[in-house]
C-alpha cells in the first residue's frame, strides 16, 4: 500500500462516530449472464439479491444495483485494480479504480440507527435493514452508501467532498441522543 495515502477530511472520534482508515475501492459493472463468471475470477459470489453484500476474506462487494458493485478491502497495494483487472481477463465488465473518491465512517453503539435515521428517511431498524444490507441512499443532502455491518454498526462510504458535512451533522445528531 502506499505510504502517500490522501489526508483524512474528518475532525476525530467520538464514542459512536469514527473514521475508518484507508480502504481500496473499486465500482465493478457487469451484465447478469457474467456475473457468476467474474465472481468466481475474483474470489467472490458477487450478491445478486438487492441490497446485500458479500464478504470472502479480505474482500467485500456491496450491491449497488442489477449490474453494478462495490468492492471494499482494506488491505490492498497500489496496483490492485490492475491486478483485479489481470484476474478478469476477457470477462465483459467495467472495473474503475474510486479509491481516491470515498471515504469512510462507522457508525457504532445502541443509538446507531437513531443518529442515522436524523438525516436518513429509511427504516434502519433491523427487520427493515438486517445485517448485510447496503444501499446507496441519502443523508441530509449527501449521497452516501450505507451498510449494516452489525446490530448496532453501520459502514457509511460519502464522497471526499462531502466527508466534512455527513460527519458534522452524525456529530450533531449523536449529542442530540
Given at each position: 500500500m502506499s505510504e502517500h495515502l490522501p489526508a483524512s477530511p474528518f475532525s476525530g472520534s467520538s464514542r459512536a462516530v469514527q473514521p475508518l482508515g484507508h480502504f481500496s475501492r473499486a465500482v465493478l459493472r457487469c451484465p447478469a449472464a457474467m456475473v457468476d463468471i467474474v465472481g468466481k475470477r475474483l474470489g467472490i459470489t458477487l450478491p445478486q439479491t438487492a441490497?446485500?453484500?458479500?464478504?470472502?476474506?479480505?474482500l467485500a462487494a456491496l450491491?449497488?444495483?442489477?449490474?453494478?458493485w462495490l468492492l471494499l478491502t482494506d488491505d490492498a497495494s497500489d496496483d490492485w485494480v490492475p491486478e483485479l483487472q489481470a484476474r478478469l481477463g476477457d470477462a465483459l465488465c467495467a472495473l474503475v479504480d474510486v479509491s481516491h473518491r470515498q471515504v469512510a465512517l462507522a457508525?457504532?453503539?445502541?443509538?446507531a440507527e437513531?443518529?442515522?435515521?436524523s438525516g436518513c428517511a429509511l427504516d434502519l431498524s433491523l427487520a427493515g435493514f438486517p445485517e448485510g444490507m447496503c444501499t446507496r441512499t441519502m443523508y441530509d443532502k449527501a449521497e452516501i452508501v450505507l451498510w449494516r455491518?452489525?446490530?448496532?454498526?453501520?459502514?457509511?462510504e460519502v464522497w471526499r467532498s462531502f466527508a466534512r458535512y455527513v460527519e458534522e451533522?452524525?456529530?450533531?445528531?449523536?449529542?442530540e441522543v
Open positions: 441490497c446485500r453484500s458479500a464478504i470472502e476474506g479480505k450491491w449497488l444495483g442489477p449490474d453494478e457508525v457504532r453503539g445502541p443509538e437513531t443518529i442515522l435515521a455491518l452489525a446490530p448496532d454498526a453501520f459502514h457509511i451533522l452524525l456529530r450533531v445528531a449523536e449529542h
